[in-house]
């Protein structure tokens, strides 16, 4: 593998200099188109027919439109604009959906339309960040390779925080980048504010990239040891303000003027985000359930090295995973005497360490994680593969080289070919075009065709039609698919990928017929109504436009409100009806949903609306 930097190779192994890499050269001609190009595919990929999944994830989109009805649920992500309880993530994904609602009025369209955004800025700021140091072509593979990633197309057209998430993560990427070049510290604490707002997207997972950011600049940042060891501790600082500051605000809130914090234990959101969102989906507990291999699919299956291979993770994510394996371990052999500053060896580092410390994480995770999460991984998997199929094919003329670049083309058909073979029935003879194209390609690779007249760049677009052929078409798939529930999962609707949710879970949604919506609109309280869970209160509360309480929360497990306060908003005539149902029954707790389930019945008259099961609380009994 040959490098970029401008510093000689040695052949000892003495340590080299440490002197600032230049700059990237001026752009050719052809790469701007090229880019823009990519840009293009990815924003009609994401941007088309982007209303198709409805309101996608119903828990994130009632949060999002409270956010257009009131500035406080904007602000702490609300369930409602009557600011009963908080959804249990950090609300920086709902900042950007409400503000768009608001703009533009609030819709499906409006809601998602920064989810594609998000999309295509991140295939950008990789692609950027890539061709710093390896060169436009690297930097076309890994946009692509993130844009073609089935789990991307899934996600960037979903309400889920995951969206904003990468954006974020792949921004404090592209800064490491930049600091690295030249020992800035500018920079890296931009990378550090970069992953401190993408802590307030999703929490503790926002920080499996650090190893990789921190190991890239002590490695090979081009200044002495001590100076990068103090810019290390000035970018931990920064992270910690940009992503402490709305923990302290909400912490510091009068707990009686704000909603409950959703999914934690004592109503901070410090506790949500160390437990619930944080240890708790590592090591189980904490309200975690369904990992370690409990759940099914849905919940990741059984923990081990096979977990992003299997059945739940493998469709999602791991199409070029294999590939970029290989090429991972083979850059940092070939680049293991090049000098400190090497520019190779550090973008192995980075995309290779945050792709390597994620999947291990996802891999053994005893808590809750569902597949979607490992949209996370896609751009650490796009990047090393972007370097490594480059700096391969740039040492063609070596044998080593030329074996490892084979390997990767052939692995890389060969695993798309056996998670096509998952879902036989659709489009069946895809995965014979594929592993046929992956032969041929393999074998000019191996045998050296490219030395032939004119015979390189055919070989090199069949080699990227080898590896890339089935993912593009998953990934194709995925996007002009509707999907909806809180756990969705991609591919064709014949794959699961359409509508999946697990008994009824949140997200879910249910029907709400005509009548009932009239019913809601004729209120003028605060609430219109009343349900538990979020899955029937979101369903109710989107479907009428009036704010709904969602007692209890996520899966109405929550002590809000108390019973006494449920009891007060009847007494004020803040709320006006009941609907029985909803998510969560039989799961109580402190002051909790059976607690005013059972008051309720017992104090005001049951009647039905358009079929429904309701209670009107302002005819109480007798």
Not at 72 to 92: E, Q, R, Y
Not at 276 to 303: D, K, V
Not at 318 to 335: M, Q
Request: charged fraction near 10%.
């Amino acid at each position: 593998m040959t490098t970029t930097t401008s510093e000689p190779r040695h052949a000892s192994t003495a340590p080299a200099p440490a002197v600032a890499t230049p700059v990237p050269a001026a752009r050719r001609g052809w790469e701007r188109p090229a880019l823009i190009g990519l840009l293009a595919v990815t924003a009609a990929l994401y941007l088309w027919d982007l209303s198709a999944s409805g309101w996608a994830n119903e828990f994130y989109a009632a949060a999002a439109q409270a956010g257009t009805q009131s500035w406080k649920a904007l602000f702490f992500g609300s369930l409602d604009a009557g600011n009963t309880i908080t959804v249990d993530k950090p609300p920086a994904a709902l900042w950007l959906m409400a503000l768009s609602g608001r703009v533009f009025g609030f819709s499906s369209w409006s809601m998602l339309l920064p989810q594609a955004l998000c999309g295509i800025g991140s295939v950008w700021l990789l692609h950027n960040a890539v061709r710093r140091w390896s060169g436009p072509v690297a930097g076309l593979i890994a946009g692509a390779a993130l844009a073609l990633t089935p789990v991307a197309a899934l996600m960037f057209k979903f309400n889920n925080p995951d969206a904003l998430l990468v954006l974020l993560m792949v921004a404090g990427g592209y800064c490491v980048v930049r600091a690295t070049e030249a020992a800035s510290l500018r920079w890296l604490a931009l990378a550090g504010v970069a992953i401190g707002f993408a802590f307030l997207a999703k929490t503790l997972q926002a920080f499996l990239v650090l190893p990789a950011f921190g190991l890239v600049y002590l490695v090979a940042a081009p200044t002495g040891l001590g100076r990068r060891l103090l810019h290390l501790l000035g970018a931990v600082v920064a992270l910690v303000v940009s992503a402490g500051w709305f923990v302290v605000v909400t912490d510091l809130w009068p707990a009686d003027s704000r909603p409950y914090i959703g999914g934690s234990t004592d109503n901070t959101e410090l506790d949500l985000a160390l437990g619930y969102n944080g240890l708790g989906r590592i090591f189980g507990g904490s309200g975690n359930g369904g990992g370690g291999g409990g759940g099914g699919t849905a919940f990741g299956g059984e923990t081990g090295l096979g977990r992003m291979f299997g059945a739940a993770f493998g469709s999602e994510v791991s199409w070029l995973l294999p590939s970029a394996l290989i090429a991972l371990v083979a850059g940092l052999w070939f680049t293991r005497r090049a000098p400190r500053t090497d520019r190779a060896r550090a973008g192995l580092l980075l995309w290779g360490g945050w792709t390597v410390v994620t999947a291990l994480v996802f891999s053994y995770m005893e808590g809750t994680i569902h597949p979607y999460y490992t949209v996370a991984l896609a751009p650490g998997v796009a990047g090393v593969l972007g370097i490594g199929a480059r700096e391969l094919w740039r040492g063609r003329d070596h044998r080593g080289a030329r074996v490892v670049l084979a390997a990767v083309v052939a692995v890389g058909a060969g695993w798309g070919f056996v998670l096509l073979e998952h879902d036989a029935q659709w489009l069946p003879w895809l995965r014979w075009v594929v592993a046929a194209l992956g032969v041929l390609a393999a074998t000019a690779i191996g045998v050296g065709a490219h030395r032939f007249a004119r015979a390189a760049v055919p070989v090199a677009l069949v080699a990227l039609l080898a590896g890339g052929g089935a993912t593009t078409a998953y990934a194709v798939a995925t996007a002009t698919t509707g999907h909806s529930g809180s756990l969705p999962a991609s591919g064709p609707a014949s794959a699961g990928g359409g509508a999946f949710v697990v008994g009824g879970g949140p997200g879910g949604g249910q029907e709400v017929s005509a009548e009932l919506v009239r019913a809601l609109r004729a209120t003028t309280g605060t609430w219109a109504a009343a349900s538990t869970g979020s899955m029937g209160a979101g369903s109710l509360q989107l479907a009428s436009g009036r704010p709904v309480i969602p007692i209890g929360g996520f899966n109405g497990g929550d002590p809000a409100p108390t019973l006494a306060q449920f009891q007060r908003y009847v007494a004020e005539g803040q709320v006006r009806y009941y609907i029985a149902g909803g998510q969560g029954r039989g799961i109580g707790g402190p002051g909790g949903s059976d607690d005013i389930a059972t008051w309720v019945r017992e104090n005001f008259t049951q009647t039905s609306i358009g079929g429904q099961t309701v209670y009107d609380l302002a005819a109480p009994l007798g």
